[in-house]
């Protein structure tokens, strides 16, 4: 695996103004600083403990994503240094963010997640739950939490045409949304399906394994 050259053959082929968010979950900090060395500054990891104990290890001016689904208990932990939560499924979890923010004097950039994958395991709203939520005066009231767009994750499938399906149904609700709330972010596409997610809008790209190879658990 030479992670310099992985970064630079996806990051050629990827539009300007889309962002690559090195997943280095389960990676040591050692293969995270040869991406570092190699020019990356954005990282996703989806446990909020390992991630604060990379933080802390490595240079400061890293964005550091929470792309994984976030308990409550533990948002105490990032809220100090997250630059986007990805996967926000829940309003009680938009309060919780909400009050560590304001704990911590800042604002935390957030995205809502949307059940799009045909698959029981998989987090996050629908879209009716969405509209209801950013209308709603209890949302209006959290003043510490920005929604910068959407994130969804695919089927894991071979189906291409259901995996498009997919990334097209959250592409058309993203575009319903973006002018109304002011949302720029959607984050769609996986080390398989990055290049299909990227042609129906996807603005980041969480990529994991065709970066530092693959995960052993
Ligand atoms: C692990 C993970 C990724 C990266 O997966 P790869 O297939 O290794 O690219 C992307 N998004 C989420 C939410 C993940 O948990």
Request: charged letters at 25%.
């Amino acid at each position: 695996m030479n992670i310099k050259q992985n970064l630079e053959t996806i990051k050629a082929s990827l539009p300007g103004n889309v962002t690559l968010i090195a997943v280095s979950k389960t990676k040591p900090v050692i293969q995270i600083r040869e991406a570092y060395d190699a020019g990356q500054r954005d990282f996703g990891e989806n446990k909020a403990q390992e991630m604060t104990k990379k933080w802390e290890e490595m240079p400061k001016d890293i964005h550091w994503h929470m792309i994984g689904h976030l308990q409550r208990n533990k948002v105490k932990y990032i809220a100090p240094y997250v630059h986007l939560i990805h996967a926000v499924d829940s309003l009680k979890l938009l309060k919780e963010i909400n009050k560590q923010a304001q704990k911590n004097n800042r604002i935390i950039n957030c995205l809502l997640q949307v059940y799009i994958a045909k698959e029981e395991t998989k987090f996050g709203f629908d879209p009716e739950e969405i509209t209801q939520l950013l209308e709603s005066e209890e949302f209006k009231n959290l003043k510490h939490i920005r929604i910068k767009g959407l994130m969804g994750m695919a089927t894991f499938t071979e189906n291409k045409s259901q995996i498009e399906s997919e990334f097209h149904f959250i592409k058309s609700f993203f575009d319903q949304l973006k002018n109304k709330y002011g949302m720029t972010e959607l984050s769609t596409g996986m080390s398989g399906d990055y290049t299909l997610a990227l042609q129906y809008g996807s603005t980041m790209v969480r990529i994991g394994s065709a970066i530092f190879g693959e995960r052993n658990y």
